[in-house]
């Protein structure tokens, strides 16, 4: 007989996914039966295993449990369950949609954490975007560590409906510059790049400002990547202190060092940034 211990043996199974569609006809015979811990459990253990149908069929049945529970959940505990469906990927859009509704309420990092679920499957909804806009407003971000921020800045070059909280991000990031990892704090730079028009003009401006504070004196020790990246972050708005002493350290002090390839991505992005007739070109 089907119980929920036995699914979860068979859910491991190499080659699970193949069986997806009658293990969840299967399913239906208990889904009424196991608890919201329980389903949830399954729906991360069919998510993982590929069987988007078992997954779908007991995350609507969580998401049942969800609105009769009593008490009612808190708002940080619903949005927990929001983001054990997303990264199964089962029920997203309905994910979302609820997500919406307890945004304004929940915690900077339960929100966080389901926004970024989300964002990582690539899921684009207009709904996932309010999610992420009223994160960006809560002050209480700021709290969040540089990793997690760094996620959902790197997130929202894969997903746009993220781009509402990499203002946010930045702001938060140029203000604590000092306090991020280097290869975090150029990481974010790179994100933010690739986020097109996440950031208006004077925001992009200091958070140039701050960078050029922060990583200036660190330009010395930064790893030859990181130093490459920095350069392909900041060339594509031109000129600047910052770029013109990377190029310096890059190109005076480690040119012979760089691989074929390092150097002619390195010298696309000193071109785009400081013109082909500039003197470290």
Same mark, same amino acid.
């Given at each position: 007989?089907?119980?929920?211990?036995?699914?979860?043996?068979?859910?491991?199974?190499?080659?699970?996914?193949?069986?997806?569609?009658?293990?969840?006809?299967?399913?239906?015979?208990?889904?009424?039966?196991?608890?919201?811990?329980? /389903?949830?459990?399954?729906?991360?253990?069919?998510?993982?295993?590929?069987?988007?149908?078992?997954?779908? &069929?007991?995350? *609507?049945?969580?998401?049942?449990?969800?609105?009769? /529970?009593?008490? @009612?959940?808190? *708002?940080?505990?619903?949005?927990?369950?929001?983001?054990?469906?997303?990264?199964?990927?089962?029920?997203?859009?309905? /994910?979302?949609?609820?997500?919406?509704?307890?945004?304004?309420?929940?915690? @900077?990092?339960?929100? $966080?954490?389901?926004?970024?679920?989300?964002?990582?499957?690539?899921?684009?909804?207009? $709904?996932?975007?309010?999610?992420?806009? $009223? &994160?960006? /407003?809560?002050?209480?971000?700021?709290?969040?560590?540089?990793?997690?921020?760094?996620?959902?800045?790197?997130?929202?070059? #894969?997903?746009?409906?993220?781009?509402?909280?990499?203002?946010?991000?930045?702001?938060?990031?140029?203000?604590?510059?000092?306090?991020?990892?280097?290869?975090?704090?150029?990481?974010?730079?790179?994100?933010?790049?690739?986020?097109? %028009?996440?950031?208006?003009?004077?925001? #992009?401006? @200091?958070? =140039?400002?701050?960078?050029? $504070?922060?990583?200036?004196?660190?330009?010395?020790? &930064?790893?030859?990547?990181?130093?490459? #990246?920095? !350069?392909?972050?900041?060339?594509?708005?031109?000129?600047?202190?910052?770029?013109?002493?990377?190029?310096?350290?890059?190109?005076?002090?480690? !040119?012979?060092?760089?691989?074929?390839?390092?150097?002619? !991505? =390195?010298?696309?992005?000193?071109?785009? %940034?400081?013109?082909?007739?500039?003197?470290?070109?």
């Amino acid at each position: 007989k089907l119980n929920p211990p036995v699914l979860m043996r068979m859910l491991r199974l190499p080659g699970a996914s193949a069986f997806d569609i009658p293990l969840a006809a299967l399913c239906k015979s208990i889904v009424a039966e196991v608890s919201l811990a329980v /389903a949830l459990d399954l729906v991360k253990h069919a998510g993982s295993s590929g069987c988007a149908e078992v997954a779908s &069929l007991f995350a *609507t049945s969580a998401l049942l449990m969800l609105d009769t /529970a009593q008490p @009612e959940p808190s *708002t940080d505990e619903q949005v927990a369950v929001m983001r054990v469906l997303a990264t199964a990927g089962a029920t997203v859009e309905d /994910a979302a949609s609820r997500l919406q509704q307890l945004a304004p309420a929940a915690g @900077e990092s339960a929100l $966080a954490a389901a926004v970024l679920a989300m964002g990582e499957r690539g899921f684009v909804s207009d $709904a996932l975007a309010s999610a992420a806009a $009223a &994160l960006a /407003a809560k002050p209480s971000l700021a709290k969040l560590a540089p990793a997690r921020l760094l996620e959902l800045a790197v997130a929202s070059t #894969k997903c746009s409906s993220l781009v509402p909280v990499v203002g946010a991000v930045a702001r938060i990031a140029g203000a604590t510059a000092k306090d991020w990892p280097t290869s975090d704090f150029v990481r974010l730079l790179l994100a933010v790049a690739k986020a097109k %028009g996440a950031l208006d003009p004077a925001a #992009k401006a @200091e958070l =140039l400002r701050c960078a050029a $504070a922060a990583l200036h004196s660190e330009l010395g020790a &930064l790893p030859a990547a990181d130093l490459i #990246k920095l !350069i392909l972050a900041i060339a594509g708005d031109g000129r600047s202190e910052l770029l013109e002493a990377a190029a310096q350290e890059a190109v005076e002090s480690r !040119i012979s060092s760089f691989p074929a390839a390092q150097l002619m !991505i =390195l010298t696309q992005g000193l071109v785009q %940034g400081l013109g082909g007739s500039h003197d470290l070109v």
